[in-house]
C-alpha cells in the first residue's frame, strides 16, 4: 500500500514538473528558480538528468576569472565546483597574468535548462572560454565568443592553440577531481600532434561545438550517494584513427558534404528525474 501511494505521489509530482508553465511562457520549472536550496551540498542523478541541493554562487570575479553573462542565473555549482574554478583561475594568473571567462556552471539547483545544454543539470559541470584575457583587462561580460578552430579546414587558427589555454586544459585534465574535459576534435588532434607526453589527452574527449569554450566535468563527490558517475574514459590517449574521423565529419558538415544517415523511428521516451528532485520543486513556493 505504502508503495503505491509512493508512486501515485511520484506519478503526480512528474507529471505536474514536466506541464509546469509560468505565465503560460515555454519554460521548464527549473529555469525559474531563483535561488539554491539551504541544505548541505548534494549533486542528486546524472549530469544529464538531475537536480541538486547547497548550491554555491560563483562570485562575478576573483584572482584570475571573470563569470560571463550573469543574467542567465547559470552560475551556480556545487561547492567543488567553486573551488575548482578558484584554484585553476589563481593558476592561470600566477603562471600567465591572464584570467579566464567563465561560461555556465548550472542553474541554482541545476536541473534542466530552457536552451544551450542537455547536461550541466548536477553543478559539476562547467564551460570556459578557450580565449584567455588578460589579468588586469577589462571585458565587456555580453561580448560574443570567439572560436580558435577552423573547422572546415580542420586546423586551429592563429597558428595554434594558446599556451595559457594549454596549460589551463593540462591543469583541468590532471586534476583529481576532474572526470572529463570536453573538447573540439580539432583542439585534441592538435594537442595530439604537439604534445611530447600524450597520456593526459585522455581525459580530453571531443565533442561537437566546444571550439570556442571546453567544458570541465568533475567527479561525482562522496557525500552525494544519489549523484551517478560516467563510465571512466577508455584507456590510452585517444590519439587514433577515431579523432580524424571527428575532424573529417565535422569539416564535412560545415561545407556540406555531410551526407546523414536514415534516422531510426523510435521514440524516445521522456526522462524521468530521479524522486527526490521532484520532491525538492515540490517543496518550492511560486
Ligand atoms: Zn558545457
Redesign the pocket.
Known amino acids: 500500500m505504502r508503495k503505491l501511494i509512493m508512486a501515485l505521489c511520484f506519478v503526480s509530482a512528474s507529471s505536474w514538473a514536466q506541464n509546469y508553465q509560468p505565465e503560460n511562457k515555454p519554460h521548464n520549472a527549473w529555469s525559474v528558480i531563483k535561488s539554491p536550496s539551504g541544505s548541505f551540498a548534494e549533486s542528486i542523478g546524472s549530469y544529464a538528468n538531475g537536480c541538486m541541493t547547497g548550491a554555491v554562487a560563483l562570485p562575478p570575479t576573483g584572482e584570475g576569472f571573470v563569470d560571463m553573462r550573469r543574467n542567465r542565473n547559470r552560475f551556480y555549482g556545487q561547492p567543488k565546483l567553486i573551488e575548482f574554478i578558484k584554484q585553476l583561475g589563481r593558476y592561470v594568473n600566477e603562471r600567465h597574468g591572464k584570467k579566464l571567462l567563465i561560461g555556465?556552471l548550472s542553474q541554482p539547483m541545476g536541473g534542466r535548462m530552457n536552451f544551450g545544454?542537455s547536461?550541466?543539470q548536477i553543478g559539476l559541470?562547467v564551460?570556459i572560454w578557450m580565449q584567455l584575457i588578460l589579468a588586469n583587462e577589462q571585458v565587456d561580460p555580453y561580448r560574443d565568443m570567439r572560436t580558435i578552430v577552423d573547422k572546415a579546414g580542420g586546423f586551429v587558427l592563429n597558428g595554434g592553440i594558446p599556451k595559457e589555454t594549454r596549460d589551463a586544459l593540462y591543469f583541468a585534465a590532471t586534476h583529481p577531481d576532474v572526470a572529463r574535459v570536453?573538447v573540439n576534435p580539432v583542439v585534441k588532434e592538435y594537442l595530439c600532434s604537439t604534445e611530447t607526453d600524450t597520456s593526459w589527452l585522455r581525459l580530453l574527449r571531443a565533442w561537437w561545438g566546444h571550439d570556442e569554450?571546453f567544458?570541465v566535468r568533475l567527479k561525482c563527490d562522496g557525500n552525494s550517494p544519489l549523484c551517478k558517475n560516467q563510465a571512466p574514459p577508455p584507456p590510452g590517449d585517444g590519439c587514433d584513427g577515431s579523432l580524424y574521423n571527428w575532424v573529417q565529419e565535422q569539416s564535412d558538415r560545415v561545407t556540406g558534404r555531410f551526407v546523414p544517415k536514415p534516422k531510426s523511428k523510435k521514440k524516445r521516451k521522456p526522462k524521468v528525474m530521479p524522486e527526490m528532485c521532484y520532491q525538492l520543486l515540490e517543496q518550492q513556493s511560486w
Open positions: 555556465d545544454h547536461s550541466h559541470d564551460d570536453f569554450h567544458h
